[in-house]
């Protein structure tokens, strides 16, 4: 089993910055990827960015490149999305989520898939004001 703690969140203004941790427990040696989801008010949830641990491949929604960067810190077993000029559309709740590894190589699309993640986080707030 692996535990996902979400932090970091809050209120920021349009044109800001945040940076949200992701701090893993557990069986962290299993972990095959680590990714990052949001889900809007009255919307489904949304892949945002993952990255693969063996690798650190990085796979991202369109809407966020040259914004948001995610990256690992490998002695805290902690992913880090880095969110730049912020806009109110990215507003939502952000939730963590990790793959397990399953023998198997996976192709980088698949960080992308909600249903290849075993584990998830609480979520964390994120809103921003226009």
Do not use: H
Not at 52 to 65: A, E, G, Q
């Amino acid at each position: 089993q692996v535990q996902l703690v979400e932090s970091g969140g809050g209120l920021v203004q349009d044109g800001g910055s945040l940076r949200l941790s992701c701090a893993a427990s557990g069986s962290t040696f299993s972990i095959y990827a680590s990714g990052w989801f949001r889900q809007a008010p009255g919307k489904g949830r949304e892949f945002v960015i993952g990255i693969r641990w063996s690798d650190n491949i990085t796979y991202y929604k369109d809407s966020v490149s040259g914004r948001f960067t995610i990256f690992r810190d490998y002695a805290n077993n902690t992913v880090y999305l880095q969110m730049n000029s912020l806009k109110s559309e990215d507003t939502g709740v952000y939730y963590c989520a990790a793959q397990q590894t399953k023998g198997v190589y996976k192709s980088a699309y698949r960080m992308a898939l909600a249903a290849e993640y075993d584990f998830w986080g609480q979520g964390t707030q994120v809103t921003v004001s226009s």
